[in-house]
Structure formats: C-alpha cells, structure tokens
C-alpha cells in the first residue's frame, strides 16, 4: 500500500465551485498548477529517500481541479516506502540464522523509520502556499473573475 500525503483547504472547495463554471482551460491551467505544487514537495521528498534505490522513482505528485494536490510515494515498485515514512517506532529486532531449537540464534537490530515526505512538506509548505497563492490569482485574473 503506498503512503500518501495530501493538502486539501476548505477554501478550495469554494474554488473549485467557481471553476467548474469557468472555461476548461482556466481548469485545465489551475490543475497544472497545482501539480507542479506538489512537485514542489515531490523533489525534495526525493532527495530525501536518496539513499533508496527504489522509493525516489515512485514519488509522483499529481493534481486536480476540485482543488486538491498530493504526494505518493510506494506501491508495487516499493512496498517498503510506507514503513520507511512512518512517523513512530526506533525499529526492531529479528532473528537470522535461526536454529530449530532455539539455541544460539542470532539477532539483528534494524533501523526505526527514516520519513522523507513529512519533513519535505514541513520544509516547502511556505513555498508551496505561495506558489499556489500565485497560482490561483492568475487564473482567476486571466480569466476575468472579480476577487
């Protein structure tokens, strides 16, 4: 299952209200613009996951015009990002090696969760807010909406 993180504001609600009655192409232009607003984290969050070999390829932002952007990290291409995001936990314990009887087996310590998206958004969201600030008045100035 992959991890997933999203913005959603109620005041977008309103927004996408009005856009469903403006022109597809102011639509289609806010979308894109939520998009690369949510690339915005993606990019960092893939620098995050760098010492992944496979998370990074499988950090996809997206957006849509009912004012919503988010950020995926996993599914089949890396199952494990959803552990490695998780925000609790110092790791755990398992045996390798193990004898049928229990004698002499050994133990290995693995590491707690090393999260990548979080800390991502926490480190743009004022860039990201700006940007979709930015983002949204062109749209509604191009297209001739009263604020």
């Known amino acids: ?18 856009l469903r009655t403006a022109k597809a192409a102011e639509s289609r232009i806010l979308r894109d613009a939520l998009k690369a607003g949510a690339e915005i984290v993606a990019v960092d969050a893939r620098s995050r996951a760098s010492w992944s070999s496979r998370i990074p390829s499988t950090i996809k932002a997206n957006g849509s015009t009912a004012g919503r952007a988010w950020v ?17 936990g110092s790791g755990h314990r398992h045996p390798v090696f193990g004898r049928r009887d229990r004698s002499g087996w050994t133990w290995t310590d693995k590491p ?3 999260p990548f998206m979080v800390p991502a958004l926490q480190a ?16 509604f100035a191009e297209g001739g909406f009263r604020f």
Do not use: N, Y
């Open 124 to 139: 743009k969201a004022d860039q990201v807010a700006d940007f979709f600030a930015d983002a949204i008045v062109s749209v």
């Open 72 to 88: 995926t990290a996993g599914g089949p291409g890396a199952p494990h990002a959803t552990f490695w995001e998780a925000t609790t």
């Open 112 to 114: 707690g969760p090393r």
């Open 1 to 18: 299952m992959p991890v997933s993180l999203g913005i959603d504001a109620e005041g977008l609600r309103t927004l996408a209200k009005d």
